[in-house]
């Protein structure tokens, strides 16, 4: 599927067999066309907002009723394609859409559950962007009628301390000579924790470079 295949569709009428879609049949199509492309223009809100929207009190009613609103959608020359047909139903089991915001969450060590990563409680732990796919992503991801082709690309095993990640950046310690050369915006002095009182030749502080925190570790690749 092409990046420009949604926006394509959705800045004109969605034909069908020469019949122009609307209502529900129109939206049911977009709602397929978006959720299977990384590239989501703001034409794409109501359809999504209208699927997400249908909720029931049992996971599995809520299924089955998004399913019948996407098979709203006439599928014209694919029709006879089950593998379209498993993937158009397989959509309605999207509880939390796959998009680089969601992808993009911040997980913390030993806490962390089936979609999210949870915070939790306790801030002082270590922290990163959660290098699991989503279950939406990993779903789209392997099916050749999406083009979404989500690439982590940060270290999955890095984790950093909370002070770091809320400052932005950790230190890179440097000799003051090296410090020297860069710009202002680059420089920042550490301060040694561990040195609680004073020794002759030691020092609380040392020079050090900032390093950015990447905390958008997720990107679509075309």
């Known amino acids: 599927m092409k990046k420009m295949l949604v926006s394509v ?6 034909l ?10 129109k939206m049911a199509c977009e709602t397929i066309l978006c959720l299977s492309s990384g590239t989501r223009p703001s034409e794409c809100n109501p359809p999504l907002n209208y699927f997400y929207s249908i909720n ?4 599995k009613d809520t299924i089955k009723a998004r399913r019948n609103f996407l098979q709203m959608c006439p ?3 694919v029709s006879s394609d089950k593998g379209f047909t498993i993937y158009r139903d397989s959509l309605a089991t999207i509880r939390v859409a796959c998009t680089l915001e969601n992808l993009n969450r911040v997980q913390r060590k030993n806490e962390e559950d089936e979609e999210f990563g949870w915070a939790g409680l306790n801030k002082n732990l270590p922290i990163r ?4 796919l989503l279950y939406s992503c990993e779903l ?14 940060c270290d999955k095993n ?15 310690r440097i000799s003051k000579s090296e410090y020297d050369k860069l710009d202002k915006d680059e420089r920042v002095i550490g301060r040694n924790e561990n040195i609680w009182y004073s020794e002759e030749g030691s020092s609380s502080t040392y020079y050090a470079k900032k390093i950015p925190i990447n905390k958008n570790c997720w990107v679509f690749e075309y």
């Open 140 to 153: 789209l991801s392997k099916s050749v009628f999406s083009n979404i082709r989500p690439v982590y690309t």
């Open 16 to 25: 069908f067999g020469g019949d122009v879609l609307t209502g529900l049949p």
């Open 56 to 59: 029931y009190r049992k996971i």
């Open 129 to 132: 962007i959660n290098p699991n």
């Open 158 to 172: 890095k984790w950093y301390s909370s002070t770091d990640w809320n400052l932005g950046y950790t230190k890179l």
């Open 9 to 14: 569709a959705l800045s004109s009428s969605l």
């Open 75 to 77: 599928i014209g020359s």
